[in-house]
């Protein structure tokens, strides 16, 4: 009995060790290999839209009318404001209608661009990575090959963008912004020290993760992060279509609404 027992429990080892393989395997699946452009870079390309509220705003919010509910985008749920800060970003909710610049048609500015209820376009050459935004025909060109940004103060409505690549990821460097857009229409705001730091992760053949890393020492106590997935569209036709903002419009439709 003695040997038959001992073969049973090495028996029971060995199945323990599988399944404990299997399970790892099963629980960690190898990471996302994108498909390659001619330069040997992972290729982005396409035609991409966010799927959430984070327009409205980054946070947490409910439903009010015009404005859908939705989860926050936040990393930790709540955006470090300095308290003077705050007491500012509170006074832009109390008049978000007539005071968010988007309404007026401006630039939306970097990150906001990327959340906005409108697609946009990747598209990759050698030496630079250009976003094509379907929103107000905006076209924002990311830098490549170690090409620094030029010396400031410059005040630009998107700022200026560098790139690089980090393995998978294309991380963009954002600076040389004016302090005159929103980070969403809840009145989340900065001042031109802003430093934006975006990453674009492949995660799957029709996904990237979207992150950014926002600094800003005059509005906020720490830099955060939010996050989201990007889809990519999978309509045949997909393209960019026409998206014109013409505040006059916009400013008479308010004040003399439909009955």
């Known amino acids: 009995m003695r040997p038959r027992f001992a073969g049973l429990i090495v028996s029971v080892a060995t199945l323990g060790i599988l399944w404990g393989t299997l399970a790892a395997a099963q629980t960690s699946p190898a990471p996302y290999a994108p498909p390659r452009t001619p330069t040997g870079h992972p290729d982005l390309q396409g035609v991409w839209q966010a799927l959430n509220a984070a327009a409205w705003d980054l946070e947490d919010h409910n439903a009010s009318l015009g ?38 048609c401006y630039l939306p500015g970097v990150p906001r661009i990327t959340y906005m209820p409108h697609p946009f376009q990747i598209v990759q050459q050698a ?38 690549w980090e393995g998978n990821t294309l991380v963009v460097d954002v600076i040389h912004f004016n302090d005159l857009t929103w980070l969403d229409r809840a009145g989340n705001f900065h001042s031109s020290a802003l430093h934006v730091v975006e990453r674009y992760t492949p995660t799957g053949p029709d ?12 509005v906020f106590t720490r830099p955060w992060k939010i996050s989201m997935p990007l889809y990519r569209r999978q309509e045949r036709s997909a393209e960019l279509l026409e998206y014109q903002c013409n505040a006059y419009l916009l400013e008479r439709e308010w004040n003399n609404p439909a009955p």
Not at 98 to 104: G, L, M
């Open 207 to 218: 996904h990237l993760l979207y992150e950014a890393t926002i600094d800003d020492d005059q």
């Open 127 to 164: 030496d630079k990575v250009s976003f094509l935004y379907e929103y107000l025909h905006t076209v924002r060109y990311v830098y490549m090959n170690g090409n620094p940004h030029p010396k400031g103060p410059i005040e630009w409505w998107m700022g200026d963008s560098r790139g690089r």
């Open 67 to 104: 404005v859908p509910a939705g989860h926050g985008v936040v990393e930790g749920g709540m955006i470090p404001y300095r308290p003077e800060a705050l007491a500012t970003k509170k006074d832009n909710f109390a008049n978000r209608t007539a005071r968010d610049p988007e309404t007026k």
